[in-house]
Antibody, heavy 125, light 111 residues
Framework: EVQLVESGGGLIQPGGSLRLSCAASGFTVSSDYMTWVRQAPGKGLEWVSVIYSGGSTYYADSVKGRFTISRDNSKNTLYLQMNSLRAEDTAVYYC???????????????????WGQGTLVTVSS | QSVLTQPPSVSAAPGQKVTISCSGSSSNIGNNYVSWYQQLPGTAPKLLIYEDNKRPSGIPDRFSGSRSGTSATLGITGLQTGDEADYYCGTWDSGLSPGGVFGGGTKLTVL
């Protein structure tokens, strides 16, 4: 069974740093595309970052240069290192999977079939 | 301001049909598949439709999707009170700053 479990959220002061983790089970994070999506309180979904199976990464303009997505294949875990945090980064952060290969057919699939439960990051003094 | 445009809210009576639109541009919907997500209060989003019109296992055929040009549509028939939720469209944007994009979300009220 595929499962994603985020952790690492909490209250952090503006300018601070935080690292989120997303522990995966039931599949291999390095074989698929892994994404972070966030949702500010009462707001809609915002795409944050993706890491491809091949290792390429992309970021939303709002976090470029401050956030870094990575993965640890040995731990089957996805990370989001967040630096220079701002009040507008306050949100629930979800990790999500985009399958790359299904039944041996591999191509860029941009949809999220599994999501974690989310972890809340609050940036406030 | 979201890259994809959705109506903030739609409503219909139980048993009726509703459609939710999602408008984009040539760099996103015009050239990439669209997916749709349902988010019940206090829960993570759930995949409803992928690659424009495909349903994951377990999603009833009351839910349907389509894409034409730079717009996409989610249809829900036989509305149930349990369908009350926020609905989001999403796709990839291949423009100058490539990345994922979502619509602003549509709140469905089943009267």
């Amino acid at each position: 069974e595929v499962q994603l479990v985020e952790s690492g959220g909490g209250l952090i002061q503006p300018g601070g740093s935080l690292r989120l983790s997303c522990a995966a089970s039931g599949f291999t994070v390095s074989s698929d595309y892994m994404t972070w999506v966030r949702q500010a309180p009462g707001k809609g979904l915002e795409w944050v970052s993706v890491i491809y199976s091949g290792g390429s990464t992309y970021y939303a303009d709002s976090v470029k240069g401050r956030f870094t997505i990575s993965r640890d294949n040995s731990k089957n875990t996805l990370y989001l290192q967040m630096n220079s945090l701002r009040a507008e980064d306050t949100a629930v952060y979800y990790c999500a999977r985009s399958p790359y290969c299904i039944n041996g057919v591999c191509y860029f699939r941009w949809y999220f079939d599994y999501w974690g439960q989310g972890t809340l990051v609050t940036v406030s003094s | 301001q979201s890259v994809l445009t959705q109506p903030p809210s739609v409503s219909a009576a139980p048993g009726q049909k509703v459609t939710i639109s999602c408008s984009g541009s040539s760099s996103n919907i015009g050239n990439n598949y669209v997916s749709w997500y349902q988010q019940l209060p206090g829960t993570a989003p759930k995949l409803l439709i992928y690659e424009d019109n495909k349903r994951p296992s377990g999603i009833p055929d009351r839910f349907s999707g389509s894409r034409s040009g730079t717009s996409a549509t989610l249809g829900i028939t036989g509305l149930q009170t349990g369908d009350e939720a926020d609905y989001y469209c999403g796709t990839w944007d291949s423009g100058l700053s490539p990345g994922g994009v979502f619509g602003g979300g549509t709140k469905l009220t089943v009267l």
